[in-house]
């Protein structure tokens, strides 16, 4: 009995050990990822604080682009996937076993990414500033005088119920 449980205990470690070696080789694979990447990344001043390649150990390491990209490696630890979170779910844009192609890939993948982000930013700024000035300048400031004091005299009039029903005034 005592050589099965040992037995058992000895598999289990080397199961173990074949885990965190893959685990290490695929963290491995994508710190070179990550060092073939980083020059074109830090020279790009549009996606400095939004394209950041951090790499994060785990049960699946992960090359972060982005909040939400990412690049992992497949079970068999032979291809590379640039995976994104959507509302959908994960989807795999691309998986290749090929490093400089991913890595050709991935920079224009971040290209289209800072464009993408560029233009969302200047829509926000196009979009916000007719609201701003309607919001200013299309209500009478007599009128915003007049809510903030209903507000203020609503909420002393509860104050003051409240004091009432609990006996404390």
Known sequence: MQAEIRRARELQAASHEAQLSARDMAAMRLLAVKQ???PFV???PE????????????????LWLDFISYVVMSPDQQHWRLVQDTAEGREVIF?????????EFLRKFVAHR????ERLLH?????????????SSGV???????AWLAGLATGAFALLAW???TGRL
């Open 36 to 38: 073939e990447l980083a």
């Open 140 to 146: 009478p400031q007599a009128l915003m005088w007049m």
């Open 123 to 135: 829509s926000d700024e196009l979009s916000a500033r007719p609201l701003l000035k309607t919001v």
């Open 163 to 165: 004091l009432m029903a």
């Open 114 to 117: 800072a464009v993408q982000r």
């Open 95 to 103: 998986e290749t076993d090929n490093l400089d192609e991913l890595v």
């Open 42 to 44: 830090e020279s790009l």
């Open 47 to 62: 996606v400095r604080g939004f394209i950041e390649l951090s790499l994060t150990g785990g049960e699946t390491p992960r």
